[in-house]
């Protein structure tokens, strides 16, 4: 072994060829660290679709981090459906093993209960960051609300742990609510994991959903709004701009545009929950333009990112629909509604939900699942998706919302996908029209693309023979408005006027050397166009424009002014005038309203607002305008004014009331009593209630609060809200109170006094009581016993009548004389003077009261019998005592052998009360009554023998 193979084996410095090798690996270690670092960083800015989470492989549930607004940064992911959100989430994921995509689950178990003014879906978590495969959260979520909204109270109690709370969104307020807090983003934050059993209390308020509030709202986002809630990876906005143009072609306002897409989604797209995850990296684009079906994650990604792609900020959401409704204002949240939706962002409104995903089917394929797993009740909720849509199992969808054809807002039908748009391009000739123009036209067509609104932007066309006619002179009512353009339109504001004159001058149609009008009308700017390829169209447009003028100058020496139209055209449209106004906020007395003036949803500007014919403010260039209610309950009529528009809109203002439910039938000092209050029909939560002037609590999410009254002879009981104050008064708690102790102390001394009367001794009460037991519990057992053994009797009977008429050996007329025959027989055995026991009178009047008619010999035997042991009982009216009370007396009080009575008392019940038969009874009763009178006799005798002894002794004397 040579010196350098010695060194090498004993660790000294190995050759030189192993430095490369361990250079290598420096390297590749440096590379991974750098591009752990890297990647989520080119994520989160958009640089590509593809996330972190999809280049670098992690352990099951750690996608879903939790973070803000969440849930502690130390809680997991897993867990229950949306109680757990996290930093992230991807889309489409399979469910996996634990319910791994929780909004695939069709789990039928309860994740929460709600009790709640009014139906509402419960939010988790928002996203704004889309990462291609998923969503993930790059701060706080924005919580802007500048428009203040409805407000309402609910009460949420948790069935399973979480660590997100559910809230409506925007929660302004938690109340007992233990380990829960509000984020500045808004979102319900679990301080800790929260337990299953925990409880809170919110309070929201809800952003306008007017549709016409969202019409009139413009494009004026704040910088940082729009700047987060509209970012798009490169690829996917190049990938849906184009397609998304197309879609939305026409509309003219952010709310049409968000309806637009919605209805789209839900005409083009089925629901279902089968369908499977996208094989592109970018799950947006492959459902818009490749995938037939998918559920709510599929449905909201789209929406959020087609919208982003036309600059409108709108975000991600996560959390449950609104559940079963098990109870006047209770509802029930399963796993199964776990669901995702879209929050759009309106200028001076704040965030409003949009739900894309087909609602009807969703809840169709709810209750199946509901059905299958066979809970009880029937699964039929009826919820709000997007403002004003309105959908239920049964019936499908309905209202005016973005999904109906009815809403003036979208396009009637379904839209169809449209192909992929091919932009054209700058370069190349530009075609030089023909050097000859057409004759000139007259009577031109005049049209408009909208309902003619003071302050609307309306686009005229302007056609001869259905060819659009180009550089026409165009004017609304005198005033100039420009020159239409190659495709024979231009756009013009409506002026304040209650008829719109539209006059056209001049002009050629499409094809000809030179717009009538000259160089100036030539060098007008196109109207841009909506589709993918508009820019590029209006490059091409402006080189045809300059070529135009070119041609224009050299040949207007030859004459080509002669060749200008010489009419001019005038067509009037009528011009929409009546106002529509909308309130958004609580409409209740002494309350700031939000009031929005629309005219065919353009909003209508510096107008007077009144009520009840006063102004009080005037509407702001969004036709917008705060306005304080009547602090009286009553009708208020608010009114909009701006020459020639008018418009009027009357608000019930109800009155507020209170209301006192006793837990005893009259109201008692010391005891609770349930105090409600309500607006109109409407429970009024979160209101104090006072007691005789002293704050005792606040009104439930229904509207109530159990208090107790005071030891007073009266107490005033009054709630506040809403500028009002109502009261009523208790009366009598404490004379109530004193009546039932002397009522009570009357009852006792009363006792006492009848005991005395009857020599009443006070160590017979324990046996007593124990003989009443017994015997009570002998009677409720025979009681059983007879009414089973008459019922199975009955039904038997009822059976072979039954099965003797449908054999044909009895005939109906049989059948209803046997019914006639038991009822008389009962109604006999429930006469008054049969059921009293002491219908035999006394002495010598053995066969009273023995049942007239009946011509029973066994019952009148039994009748006899009881007639002559009532002639043995000293009792005075044995016609008020049952049959037990004077069984009780003929023993304790007439020394007659308990055993005989006891007998007779049996077997006279078991006959007038029960179903035993007179016969059976007759041998027990008669041996029953010669034993009493056998004991009466010897009585008699021994007392006779005592009084002639008597007698003798002293004639003795």
Known sequence: MSDADERFEFGETAPTREYGVAALAVACVVAAILATALIPAAASVGLGDAPAESLIPLPAGAENRSGDGAGPPESGGSGFGALNVGNSTSVGEPIGEGGGNPFRSQDTEVHFRVRSQDSNYWRTGAYDTYTGSGWSRSGPSDATAPVRGEETRYRVELVQAASAAPTVWRPTDLERAAGVSLTEGGL???????????????????????????????????????RRYTRLPPSTAV??????NNVTEGTENPYETAARIERWLEANKEYSLNASRPSGGNVAREFVTRMDAGYCEHFATAMVTMLRSQEIPARYVVGYSTGRQVGANTFQVRAMNAHAWVEVYFADVGWVRFDPTPGAERLRAEQSAYEESGAPGRYAPQEEGSPGETFSADAGEN??????ATDPGTQSGPVATPPPSTPVTPSGPVETPPSEPDEPTSGYDVSLNRTAAPGATVEVTVEAGAQPVAGAWVAFNGEQVGWSGRDGTVTGRVPFAENLTVTVSGGTTTGSDVRAGGPAAIDAPEPRSASASGWFADRKAAAVSRTLADNASRRVSNGASRRQAANDTSRSFDVATNATLSVSGDVRTGATVLLTATVDGVAVPDATVTIDGEAVARTDADGRANVALPESPGNATLGVARDPIAGERTLELDGLTVGTDPLWPLPIA?????VTARLGNESVGGAPVRVDGELV???????TLAVTLPFASSASVAVAASGQTARTTVANPLVNTAALALATVALVAFAAVGAARRSFDPRAVPRRVAVGARRLARWVVRGFVGAAVAAAARVRATLVYLRGLVAGERSPAELLAALGGWLDDLSRRLRPGVSAGGAAGRSGDSTAGRGEGD?????????????????SVSVRRPRTKTPGQLADHA?????????????????????????????????AVEGAIERIESALDATESTRDDADGAGDGEAGGN
């Open 670 to 674: 010391g005891t609770p009593v349930e």
């Open 239 to 244: 990938s849906l701009r184009p397609f998304t």
């Open 399 to 404: 209202g005016t919302g973005p999904g109906t």
């Open 855 to 871: 011509g029973d010999a066994a019952h009148l035997t039994i009748r006899e019998a009881w007639g002559r042991f009532l002639d």
């Open 188 to 226: 319900a934050r679990a301080n800790d994991r929260l337990s299953a059993g925990a409880s809170y209390v919110g309070v929201s308020r809800t952003p306008p959903r007017d549709p016409a509030v969202l019409r009139a709202s413009g494009r004026d986002y704040p910088d940082e709004i729009e």
């Open 891 to 923: 023993v304790t009080a007439d020394g007659l052998p308990a055993e005989a009575v006891a007998t007779l008392r049996d077997e006279f019940r078991a006959v007038e009360y029960g179903p035993r038969s007179p016969d059976e009874s007759v041998p």
């Open 697 to 703: 609590g606040t009104t439930g999410v229904d509207g």
